[in-house]
C-alpha cells in the first residue's frame, strides 16, 4: 500500500508541470474548436468557387450548343449522299427514292422536279431549296453561254451519215462528245502508225476513250476503206522490229521469234494464240496488220 502510494506523490516541480500540460490541452482543445468552422468554411469556399467556374463553363457550352445552327451551303441536290441526306432531315425513303431516280442516269433540275422525285414536304423543299445549285446551262436553256452543251445533245429525228474514220478531220474527232483536242491528236497519231483503223473495236483500247466516246464515235464513223495499212511480215521480221508494231512489245517479240523458230513459222491467227504474252483480247484486229 504504502508502496502504490509513493507513485501519487509528486515535487512541487512535478506538480507545476503537470498543470502546465493541462492548461496546453486544454488551450489546444478549445482553439480547435473555436477555428473548425472557420477553417473549414474557407476551405468549402474554395472548392465552392471553382466547382461554381467549371458549373459556369458547362452551361456556357450547353447554351452555345443548344443554339448552334447547322450552315448549308449551297449544293447540288443530285449528289445528296445519305448522311448529307440525314443532316438535312429527309427520311430514308426519300433519300432512296432520289438514290434510284439517278441510278437511271437521270437528274433533277428544279426544286419542283426534286419534290416530285424524292416526295418531301413543302416545308422541307421551302427550308433547302434556296440551297439548291444547278449548273448554269440547267439554269439558261435558252441562253448563249449553253450552246456549246447542247450541241452535244442527240438531235431528235435527224439521220445520222457516217464518215469513214480514215478520212476523219481533227475537226470532225473533236465534234465528238467526250473528244477533246488531246485525245483527238491521239487517235490521228495512232491512225499515223498503223496507215489505217482495220476495225471499230480497236478504238475501245485506245487509253482516254470513255464508254460515252466510244459509243458516239461509233455512231458518227464507220471503217470504209483501209488505204495506207502497214502490214508487217511476222516471219521476216527481227526481234527489234517487231518490236516497234503498236501492238507488240520487247518481251512478245521475243516469244514471237522463239515460237516461229521452233515451229518452222507462224501461218495463222491459231499460232499467234499460242504464243506467250499475246493480247489474246486483240488478236483479231491483230490478225488484220500481218502477213503470214
Known amino acids: 500500500m504504502n508502496k502504490l502510494k509513493s507513485y501519487f506523490l509528486f515535487s512541487r516541480e512535478h506538480r507545476s508541470g503537470i498543470f502546465l500540460l493541462f492548461a496546453i490541452i486544454i488551450l489546444v482543445?478549445?482553439?480547435?474548436?473555436?477555428?473548425?468552422?472557420?477553417?473549414?468554411?474557407?476551405?468549402?469556399?474554395?472548392?465552392d468557387?471553382?466547382?461554381?467556374?467549371?458549373?459556369?463553363?458547362?452551361?456556357?457550352?450547353?447554351?452555345?450548343?443548344?443554339?448552334?445552327?447547322?450552315?448549308?451551303?449551297?449544293?447540288?441536290?443530285?449528289?445528296?449522299?445519305?448522311?448529307?441526306?440525314?443532316?438535312?432531315?429527309?427520311?430514308?425513303q426519300e433519300i432512296d427514292r432520289l438514290h434510284a431516280y439517278r441510278k437511271k442516269g437521270k437528274f433533277v433540275n428544279s426544286a419542283e422536279e426534286f419534290q416530285q422525285v424524292t416526295k418531301v414536304s413543302n416545308v422541307f423543299l421551302a427550308k433547302v431549296s434556296p440551297y439548291f445549285k444547278f449548273p448554269d446551262w440547267v439554269k439558261n436553256k435558252t441562253n448563249v453561254t449553253s450552246e456549246k452543251f447542247h450541241k452535244f445533245l442527240p438531235k431528235e429525228k435527224e439521220k445520222i451519215v457516217q464518215k469513214d474514220i480514215n478520212s476523219a478531220t481533227r475537226e470532225d474527232l473533236i465534234a465528238v462528245y467526250g473528244?477533246?483536242?488531246?485525245?483527238?491528236?491521239?487517235?490521228?497519231?495512232?491512225?499515223?502508225?498503223?496507215g489505217c483503223f482495220v476495225s471499230m473495236e480497236q478504238f475501245q483500247f485506245i487509253w482516254?476513250?470513255?464508254?460515252?466516246?466510244?459509243?458516239?464515235?461509233?455512231?458518227?464513223f464507220v471503217v470504209k476503206t483501209q488505204?495506207?495499212?502497214?502490214?508487217?511480215?511476222?516471219?521476216?521480221l527481227s526481234q527489234k522490229e517487231l518490236a516497234k508494231f503498236?501492238?507488240?512489245n520487247y518481251a512478245l517479240a521475243k516469244e514471237i521469234v522463239i515460237y516461229r523458230t521452233m515451229n518452222n513459222g507462224i501461218k495463222n491467227i491459231d499460232d499467234l494464240t499460242k504464243i506467250k504474252g499475246m493480247p489474246n483480247e486483240k488478236i483479231k484486229i491483230i490478225a488484220l496488220y500481218l502477213d503470214f
Request: charged content about 25%; overall charge neutral.
Open 49 to 92: 468557387k471553382a466547382w461554381l467556374l467549371v458549373q459556369n463553363e458547362i452551361d456556357s457550352l450547353k447554351y452555345l450548343q443548344s443554339t448552334k445552327k447547322d450552315t448549308i451551303y449551297p449544293f447540288n441536290p443530285n449528289y445528296i449522299t445519305d448522311y448529307k441526306g440525314y443532316k438535312l432531315g429527309m427520311s430514308i
Open 246 to 248: 503498236p501492238f507488240f
Open 227 to 236: 488505204n495506207g495499212i502497214k502490214k508487217i511480215a511476222i516471219n521476216d
Open 29 to 47: 482543445q478549445l482553439g480547435y474548436f473555436f477555428l473548425k468552422d472557420n477553417f473549414v468554411s474557407t476551405n468549402n469556399a474554395s472548392e
Open 208 to 220: 482516254g476513250i470513255s464508254p460515252e466516246a466510244l459509243a458516239d464515235l461509233e455512231k458518227q
Open 179 to 194: 473528244i477533246g483536242e488531246k485525245l483527238a491528236d491521239k487517235i490521228l497519231q495512232e491512225k499515223e502508225k498503223l
